[in-house]
């Protein structure tokens, strides 16, 4: 039996906030994120791990949609759809 | 709304209606610190929260008074230090010691020289901007720094002495600011 992989989302634009601490990864996005247009995807790569509640925080505040995270390794992958 | 309340006959649509006229004001988050202490670990935090709070979509605005004034200080900003002294998280290096180090030791000379060093470093690492680029930062951001007209004239620090993006408010205008804001802290 194969197990059905989840595709991920397909990203307009990558932020790469690896090896940064909070606050920066989510400044970081607040300002990559005013460059799409809306229902564009931002995908963020981060290796912070209170990234992993800042990001849902975050998109939910901006009213953003968070697709999808995932973590592994150490990294953290976010895919946030702008509002 | 007093009419509103003692008429039963309000409709939901008129409730609802009323309702989101009234609440409309805080929509906006809000959030509010007074920064007292002039002190690189005191900053820092008032720094990450305020630029936080504007990326999330909030308004956020510092009120500099006391020794906090020293971070929109021209001459000073640049000088905030770490001080060992009454710190009972001992900063490095004592932290490396591994038996209790009476906190007078922080008196030695030198030593808040050393805990600022460890400080900058902690921070580099964090490749977080060191307080000249931050404020800046925060500022473009817009963050909104205030430097206590009081302090001012307590310290005697003229206009000229603090750094052009502060604006001089006294403390009625942080409580009016304030009393609009969801979150107010004070560091």
Known sequence: MTQKVQESPKEDSVLDARGKLCPMPVIQAAGAIKALASGQVLKI??????????FPAWAESLGHRLLKQEAKDGLFTYWVQKK | ?????????????????????????????????????????????????????????????????????????????????????????????????????????????????????????????????????????ADQMGVKLIACSTTMGVMNIKKEELLPMADIQGAAAFLHYASKASVVLFI
Not at chain 2, 64 to 90: C, E, Q, W
């Open chain 1, 45 to 54: 790569l981060a290796t912070d791990p209170g990234s992993k509640a800042d």
């Open chain 2, 1 to 137: 709304m007093v009419e509103t309340l003692t008429n039963l006959s309000l409709t939901l649509e008129e409730f609802k209606r009323l309702h989101a006229e009234t609440h409309q004001e805080t929509e906006t988050k809000r959030l509010a610190i007074v920064a007292s202490k002039g002190s690189l670990d005191m900053v820092y935090p008032a720094l990450i929260l305020s630029t936080t709070a504007v990326s999330m979509g909030w308004e956020a605005e510092i009120f500099f008074t006391f020794y906090g004034l020293d971070t929109l200080h021209k001459k000073r900003y640049k000088n905030l230090k770490v001080s060992p002294i009454g710190n009972p998280a001992m900063p490095a290096p004592f932290q490396a010691i591994p038996f209790h180090v009476p906190n007078i030791l922080g008196a030695i000379p030198g030593m808040t020289t050393v805990a600022t060093a460890f400080m900058k470093s902690w921070m580099k690492k964090a490749q977080l901007p060191p307080i000249q680029e931050f404020l800046t930062m």
